[in-house]
Structures are given as structure tokens and as C-alpha cells.
């Protein structure tokens, strides 16, 4: 059983697409949505969320149902899990814990593994206490029956501390492993392809790319960034990064645990931001993503909006409303493969073509310097002056960084880009 509370603040309309969700979240998680409703109040009550008339009444309709779990659309505290299973006589959990048991079972590489471990002890650790009866049921994870469950009946929160700084250095060992492979890529621009769970991104990047990422139509599909290379042209190439989607009150400590792999799209020259536009709310959508990229200190990384899934919009006038209110977005059907070539195009321009002119100097001795440039960036044009090597060349953000490092590192009057 699914329920959302509706409090002033929120709509009734905003409420039941809340639940939409919440529903494709539980069949991903491998649940069957018996029933679903909204309960209304003003505002929640400390000690069973929704008051315990509310509570009662549902406790009838659970029995009735024989429900074996209800999901809770809004974070629970560990004192109103407690009471609302003493009132229903049967497990509660709310959004959090649901997306964290999603996201264990969706976690194929190591690092991922363990930044879901870490997120769910640090979900797990204020609701250990009283909790061992409801966990030694549980037998690992929520539905699917994984995760941390069972292990935790013999610790207490000393070890569950000790567990999670093991885990964490763990992780900084991951991380420093990924650091170095993305910096035996330097040279070519990256695209970080981000945007709402199940806009399509992991179907874009195939098609771009000619790659073979994961495609389900399910939420999360991809949880590790997956790095493929793409052709813009004739030796001009670029790398996608397909990240993990967004998705609206994501758990805060999920986003803490994956904030490294998220960091592909802040460290990215391009953000390749992909929407579904024929989900009745891609512009929430849209809003959602973008409040999770200034999150992540991406804001002012240069932004390409796509619409995905135009083959499924309904009426030629929505499409013109839409394509008035977006002109600057590309337009694509990833299944289909319409508006690839197009976009291809967009891609080149904004990571080569729009960038400004630069000029270098460099010693004409140095010509490993000269080899190095042309390496790094786009060089248009060169031509000597005395001992002087000039080189007029098109970067991205990112190949700039990286050419005045190479620079900074060559010394021997290598100059600064201008």
C-alpha cells in the first residue's frame, strides 16, 4: 500500500503525482501496489505523521487488504516508523529506505556497492535502537529482500561507526583509482549526460555513441558513470559520461555517498541535460536536475537541453508551444534516432566551434610542447616568429585548465595562453 500525506502547503493534484512515483518506485523495488491513497492534514503529527485516526482508519483498510508493507511518500522519523507499526501491525518505511533498497540492488561495481553500504548504515544507524526484532524479519533489504538487514542483529552503534569508517576509506581508495583513470583521459573534452530518472540519457549515449549501456525502462537503470567515446567529426572526438539520474527528495545521505560519481558532471566541459518531454512533468523535472547540479557546484558549466522521447508527444500543437518555449532545445527520439545527427552537430559547435580564439607561445626548441598542444586542443592556425612557435587554437573549459597545467609544467619560457 502506498500513502502520501497532503498538507496546505501542497496540492491534491501535486500529491497524486507524488504517488505516480512512489508507485514506479515500489515495482522497481519489486513490490505490487495493492492500493494508494492520500491522506489530508495540516500539518504532521510528531508522533504517528499522519494522527492516529488517520492511522486507525488505515490500519483497517491494511488488514483488509492483508498488506504486508506500507510505503510512506514523505521521510518518517524513527519514533513514527515505530508507532505507525505498533498502529498498522505490519513494516512501514518511507521514500528514503524504498530508494535505498532500489539502489542496492541496481549496484553492480565496487564502488558502487560500497556507497550504497555507506548511505544505508548512515540510514540504518538512528533507527538501530529497538529495531533488532523488525530487522532479524527483514532478512536483508526492504522488498527485495537485500541490503544490510540481517547482518546488523549481533552489533550495536559502536560497530555500525566502525563498520562505516572502514567503508569510507574504502570509498577514498575508489575514488583515487576513478581520479586517475579520468586523468589518463585528459585531452579530450567530456559530456556529462545528466537529467531525470528515466529521461532516456543511457538510450542517448547508444545512440551518440554506438555504445551499449544498460536500457530498461525502469527508474535507475544506470547507477555507475559509464564513459563512452563519440565522434563529432573528422579528429574531433569527445567522451560521454552517463551518470545516475536525479529524482525529487532524493535521500540526503544517498547523494552525500555518490556525491564523487556525481562529480563527473561538475568536472564535465559540457552538461548534456536530458528531459523527457513527453512526461506531463518534464519541467519539474527539468527544475529538479538543475537544483542538483548547482548541489553539486556545476552551475556554471555550459548546458545543452534535450528532448527525448519527442515521438511520443501527443498533437502537433503541444510540440509548437513547447518548441516556442524552448528554442534552444535539441529535439530527439534516442529509440528512434531522430535529431542524432543534429545534435551531433549542436555538440561540435558548443565544445569547438563557439569557443574563443587563443594564441601560445612556445620555444621553437620545444617541439615536444608544440606535439603536446596539438594534443590537448583544436590548433588553427601556426607559424613562427624568431624563436617563437605561435599557435592560435579553440579549447573547451576544461582543455584550457589542462594545456596552462601541461604549460605551467613545461617551464623553459613555455608562455602562458592568452
Request: include cysteine; glycine fraction near 8%.
Amino acid at each position: 500500500m502506498l500513502a502520501a500525506a497532503c498538507f496546505e502547503r501542497r496540492g491534491l493534484e501535486r500529491a497524486e503525482e507524488h504517488l505516480d512515483e512512489l508507485e514506479s518506485l515500489a515495482r522497481t523495488a519489486g513490490g505490487v501496489v495493492l492500493e494508494r491513497r492520500v491522506l489530508e492534514r495540516r500539518r504532521p503529527d510528531p508522533s504517528s505523521y499522519i494522527g492516529r485516526g488517520q492511522a486507525e482508519a488505515l490500519a483497517a483498510r491494511v488488514h483488509e487488504l492483508e498488506a504486508d508493507l506500507v510505503i510512506f511518500d514523505d521521510d518518517l522519523s524513527p519514533g513514527q516508523v515505530r508507532e505507525l507499526e505498533r498502529i498498522l501491525e505490519t513494516r512501514v518505511i518511507d521514500r528514503s529506505g524504498l530508494i535505498l533498497d532500489i539502489f542496492s540492488g541496481r549496484a553492480r561495481t565496487r564502488e558502487a556497492r560500497t556507497q550504497v553500504e555507506v548511505a544505508q548504515l548512515e540510514y540504518l544507524l538512528p533507527r538501530l535502537a529497538g529495531r533488532w526484532s523488525h530487522l532479524s524479519r527483514q532478512r536483508g533489504g526492504i522488498i527485495g529482500m537485500r541490503g544490510v538487514g540481517e547482518t546488523q542483529i549481533e552489533i550495536d552503534r559502536r560497530l555500525v561507526r566502525r563498520k562505516l569508517g572502514h567503508l569510507r576509506r574504502e570509498l577514498s581508495r575508489l575514488e583515487a583509482g576513478r581520479q586517475q583513470r579520468r586523468e589518463a583521459r585528459d585531452g579530450l573534452p567530456r559530456v556529462a549526460v545528466v537529467g531525470y530518472t528515466n529521461a532516456g540519457k543511457s538510450s542517448l549515449v547508444n545512440a551518440l555513441a554506438g555504445a551499449d549501456c544498460i536500457v530498461e525502462d525502469r527508474l535507475f537503470s544506470t547507477l555507475d558513470p559509464r564513459v563512452r567515446g563519440v565522434d563529432l567529426a573528422p579528429h574531433v572526438r569527445a567522451l560521454l559520461v552517463d551518470t545516475v539520474g536525479f529524482l525529487r527528495k532524493l535521500p540526503h545521505h544517498l547523494i552525500a555517498s555518490f556525491r564523487s560519481t556525481l562529480e563527473e558532471a561538475a568536472g564535465a566541459d559540457l552538461l548534456l541535460h536530458v528531459a523527457d518531454v513527453s512526461h506531463p512533468a518534464f519541467e519539474e523535472h527539468i527544475r529538479v536536475t538543475r537544483e542538483t547540479i548547482v548541489d553539486l557546484g556545476a552551475a556554471d558549466c555550459p548546458e545543452v537541453v534535450v528532448f527525448n522521447k519527442t515521438d511520443l508527444l501527443n498533437g502537433a500543437g503541444s510540440a509548437e508551444r513547447l518548441r516556442s518555449l524552448y528554442p534552444e532545445a535539441q529535439w530527439v527520439s534516442a529509440a528512434r534516432g531522430w535529431g542524432i545527427e543534429e545534435l551531433r552537430a549542436r555538440l561540435q559547435r558548443t565544445l569547438i566551434e563557439d569557443r574563443p580564439l587563443r594564441r601560445v607561445s612556445l620555444p621553437a626548441a620545444r617541439q615536444d610542447l608544440v606535439h603536446r598542444v596539438y594534443e590537448l586542443v583544436q590548433v588553427t592556425a601556426q607559424r613562427y616568429r624568431r624563436d617563437r612557435v605561435l599557435l592560435d587554437y579553440r579549447a573547451s573549459v576544461g582543455e584550457e585548465g589542462r594545456l596552462r597545467r601541461t604549460l605551467e609544467r613545461g617551464g623553459d619560457g613555455a608562455g602562458a595562453p592568452a
